[in-house]
C-alpha cells in the first residue's frame, strides 16, 4: 500500500463525571490543529496469506502532534500515528467489505532534550524545581520532577468503503483508541478515541 492518508475528524476523550455515581464516558471535543492534523504518505507491506491480509506500515510522515479542546476547557495534547502499524483483514483482496485491525506505537509526545518552564528534563536539566531543591525527593513532586520517555500502543480499525479497479485507489474510514500525551510521565493519560477520512492506494508489486 502506498500514499495511505489519515484524516481525523473527530475525537471523542473519556472523561470523568462530575456526578461521582455517573460512569466516565467519551465526550466530542473540538480539534485545535486541524490544518496539521493528518498523517500521509504513509507507505508499507500488503501481503496475502492464508488467513487473510496482512499490512505492515513501513514509514511516511506517520505521526502528528494534535491538540484537542475538551467541553470544559481543558486542552489535551496528543500525538496522533500510525507508526509500526500491523493490521489484519480476514480477506483475499481489498474490496468494500475489507475491514482491517492491528495495532500500532505512540511515541512520546517530548523527546529527551525537551525542559520543562522550570528547567527540569530526561538528559538535561535541572533534577529538582529551582527554588524547591530541599523538597526534590518529596513525593508529591517526583512525578513532575522525574521525566520519562513515555510510549504507549493504539488498536486501529480500516473500514475499506469504496474502490477503484483500474487505478488501485481506496477510500474508507478508520477508528483509532489511544492514550493522550503524559507530559513525560507527570500527568495521567485521557483515553481518546480517533476517528476520520482514510485514502490509499494499492501498488502492484
Not at 480476514?90 to 467489505?97: F, G, L, Q, R
Amino acid at each position: 500500500l502506498v500514499s495511505v492518508c489519515m484524516h481525523p475528524t473527530d475525537v471523542l476523550a473519556k472523561v470523568d463525571p462530575l456526578n461521582k455515581r455517573q460512569e466516565a464516558r467519551f465526550v466530542d471535543t473540538k480539534i485545535l490543529t486541524r490544518k496539521t492534523s493528518t498523517i500521509e504518505e504513509i507507505y508499507g507491506d500488503l501481503d496475502v496469506g492464508e488467513e487473510g491480509l496482512t499490512f505492515s506500515e513501513q514509514g511516511g510522515i506517520d505521526f502528528q502532534l494534535i491538540t484537542v479542546l475538551l467541553p470544559g476547557g481543558e486542552e489535551v495534547p496528543f500525538v496522533f500515528s500510525s507508526k509500526a502499524l500491523v493490521a489484519e483483514a480476514d480477506a483475499d483482496a481489498i474490496t468494500t467489505s475489507t475491514d482491517f485491525a492491528g495495532t500500532y506505537r505512540v511515541p512520546s509526545y517530548r523527546t529527551s532534550n525537551f525542559l520543562d518552564p522550570k528547567g527540569r528534563g530526561l538528559t538535561t536539566g535541572y533534577g529538582s524545581a529551582v527554588g524547591l531543591v530541599p523538597a526534590g525527593d518529596d513525593e508529591e513532586l517526583d512525578r513532575e520532577n522525574t521525566k520519562r520517555y513515555v510510549e504507549g500502543q493504539g488498536s486501529m480499525s480500516l473500514s475499506i468503503t469504496r474502490v477503484d479497479g483500474e487505478t488501485g485507489e481506496f477510500v474508507g474510514r478508520f477508528t483509532a483508541l489511544q492514550t493522550s500525551d503524559t507530559d513525560m510521565g507527570s500527568k495521567d493519560p485521557i483515553d481518546l478515541q480517533v476517528s476520520g477520512q482514510l485514502y490509499g492506494r494499492v501498488e502492484q508489486a
